[in-house]
């Protein structure tokens, strides 16, 4: 797993920027103009998101505009998906003694 790509998403603005850019491509003045910042800013968030392989540009006329790359979110998801697993496990693991623990009290006749 690329730790480049949690560090880009690390900072607030920058996986702020991420969820709009879910809802289709965005020029640098429409992502400044959502999050409340200048434009200089928004540049420099969405630099660090396109060096990190998350978005990528396509220029239209006289204007960028960035759309969300899925693959790096695939991979992080792949790499996610093992943990996943395990708690799954875990929590089905604490289902079953739950399940035997409520069967063993109303057997005896307590309430839970």
Not at 64 to 80: F, S
Request: proline share 4%; charged share 25%.
């Amino acid at each position: 797993m690329d730790t480049v790509i949690f560090s880009a998403l690390a900072e607030p603005s920058r996986l702020r920027i991420v969820e709009l850019l879910r809802n289709g491509p965005m020029n640098v003045g429409e992502v400044a103009a959502q999050l409340g910042i200048r434009q200089p800013q928004a540049s420099k968030h969405l630099k660090v998101l396109l060096e990190s392989g998350l978005v990528e540009v396509q220029a239209e006329a006289n204007r960028r505009n960035y759309r969300l790359r899925t693959a790096p979110l695939q991979d992080m998801d792949n790499w996610l998906s093992a943990y996943r697993n395990m708690w799954e496990q875990r929590y089905d693991k604490l289902d079953r003694y739950l399940q035997q623990l409520q069967s063993q009290q109303k057997q005896s006749g307590e309430e839970l």
